[in-house]
């Protein structure tokens, strides 16, 4: 399961990134100290984390990758994991209370649940920063 947030596909390789509102450019970031070849550079608040700037356009696609479980035949969503356990949200009161998630507070419903009595896990990627209308035909007007 790999971690919720933001990523895009920069020279056929998956970075974590975030988008520059003001310049409209992607920051790519890597772990990877080699990255450094290719043009990244290092993040001085952070140790070990590297950065790159990439114009839009040189980016293959981006998206927010979220986690979600299949729990009692409710799709509900991942917010984090203690050992082997994952702590589940339902998306409404009444998922929750077919599921057995009791309230966790006010108009939330979350429970952890080990992993062994989840019935699947999955990952489902939603594209951003413009990559959702990528495969719809120009607009003629």
Do not use: C
């Amino acid at each position: 399961m790999r971690k919720l947030g933001y990523y895009a596909i920069y020279n056929n390789k998956e970075y974590s990134a975030t988008m520059d509102f003001k310049t409209k450019e992607i920051i790519l970031y890597s772990e990877d100290k080699s990255e450094k070849r290719n043009g990244f550079k290092r993040v001085w608040s952070v140790r070990g984390l590297y950065y790159k700037k990439v114009s839009v356009e040189f980016i293959q696609h981006a998206y927010h990758l979220h986690n979600y479980a299949i729990y009692k035949g409710k799709k509900m969503r991942i917010f984090g994991k203690e050992g082997d356990k994952l702590w589940l949200e339902a998306p409404n009161s009444e998922s929750a209370i077919r599921a057995g998630i009791p309230r966790y507070d006010n108009a939330i419903y979350a429970d952890l649940i080990s992993i062994k009595d989840i019935d699947k896990i999955m990952e489902e990627k939603k594209p951003v920063w413009g990559f959702e209308k990528k495969d719809e035909p120009p607009n003629m007007d």
